[in-house]
DNA sequence: TTAATATATGAGCAATCGCTCATGTGTTTG
DNA sequence: CAAACACATGAGCGATTGCTCATATATTAA
């Protein structure tokens, strides 16, 4: 953060000094779409449950307090995302976090919000 | 991450090993709130240059070739966040980060989407 | 003062989201 | 086999999102 203290006067923007720190569209409709999978109080909630357990979905259901068709959609789309995988085990399929980072963005945001 | 492997029988969810895990609706909440400032593109870019250098509304607009109207949107619900801060001189109004936990998280989501 | 510039804001609209309800698939049990 | 269970999925619907366009406010310049 070395905040550079630029004049805003450049009409032409590939001339400001700042251009390079512009990350490109497809970049940061990544980037959003990594931080969508946290930016929902369900997702989030299933999120901090599974970095400390592997669950099934009836467990989660329960524990939500949640449909079990809504916690699927949910679970879909984070296994589409590739945070959360999933392991069959009869009738049974347990869910775990298959991303170490997405649990350090998550602890990180959830200290953020609790101290400080 | 100490996926505890707990089988699914609990049919009373306070009973479940993992309740002490669940984060409550508010905290949720807030957490999803955090995340949703960096979960859109634009927002993600915007963050992005203000982490560099201090910007006014003009140079963010040119910068990322949106209308004004657009950024200054996108500002004001980052200002909410007090994830940015507003510095008005003359006409203009510079805008920077103001807080330090947004851009690590930030850093960290563009690390992961950019290398592994 | 008037005009131009820089930004903020409200209304409106298409797109997306997160849920529910119904139903489909696969597995186990009786 | 049939019934029950665990989960996935699609349609549909209200709520939210992110933009545009028009306009309001504030500051500087002529």
């Not at 006067?9 to 980037?31: F, K, N, S, Y």
């Amino acid at each position: 953060m070395s905040d550079e203290l630029i004049t805003c006067v450049g009409e032409h923007p590939t001339q400001h000094p700042a251009q390079e720190h512009l990350i490109d569209p497809e970049t940061a409709r990544e980037v959003a779409r990594l931080f969508s999978a946290l930016a929902d109080p369900t997702r989030a909630r299933i999120i901090g449950l599974l970095a400390n357990a592997e669950l099934c979905v009836g467990d989660l259901h329960r524990l939500l307090g949640m449909t079990q068709p809504a916690v699927s959609h949910q679970l879909r789309l984070l296994r589409d995302l590739r945070l959360v995988k999933a392991r069959k085990e009869g009738r049974h399929v347990y869910y775990s976090l298959d991303d170490e980072h997405v649990y350090r963005l998550f602890q990180e945001g959830l200290d953020h919000v609790r101290h400080g």
